[in-house]
Nanobody, 118 residues
Framework: QVQLVETGGGLVQPGGSLRLSCAAS????????MRWYRQTPGKQREWVAG???????GYADSVKGRFTISRDNAKNTVYLQMNNLKPEDTAVYYC????????????WGQGTQVTVSS
């Protein structure tokens, strides 16, 4: 069983920055690909960014060039650096872990609120 705890959310003005962290425990962190998703009320959860076990990254078009995902396997933590934030980035952000080996297992964090507003 893997536990994921997100921190770093909050209120920020448009154009500002935040860094989200997701600390994992309960298994070998490097055995997992990690992703960030976000969700606003009434909408489906959408993928934001992902990082593989060997640190290859991918981004949704809406955040490309503004957000950066990274991982520190020594700290069992994945990060999402968010720059030039826009009001449409307002959402609850969730961390997701997917085991790359069999058996396939996946886990969600509890989410952290990000609000971009002046």
């Amino acid at each position: 069983q893997v536990q994921l705890v997100e921190t770093g959310g909050g209120l920020v003005q448009p154009g500002g920055s935040l860094r989200l962290s997701c600390a994992a425990s309960g298994d070998i962190f490097s055995d997992y690909a990690m992703r960030w998703y976000r969700q606003t009320p009434g909408k489906q959860r959408e993928w934001v960014a992902g990082i593989s076990s060997d640190s290859s990254t991918g981004y949704a078009d809406s955040v490309k060039g503004r957000f950066t995902i990274s991982r520190d396997n020594a700290k069992n933590t994945v990060y999402l650096q968010m720059n030039n934030l826009k009001p449409e980035d307002t959402a609850v952000y969730y961390c997701y872990a997917e085991r790359i080996y069999l058996p396939r297992m996946n886990y969600w964090g509890q989410g952290t609120q990000v609000t971009v507003s002046s």
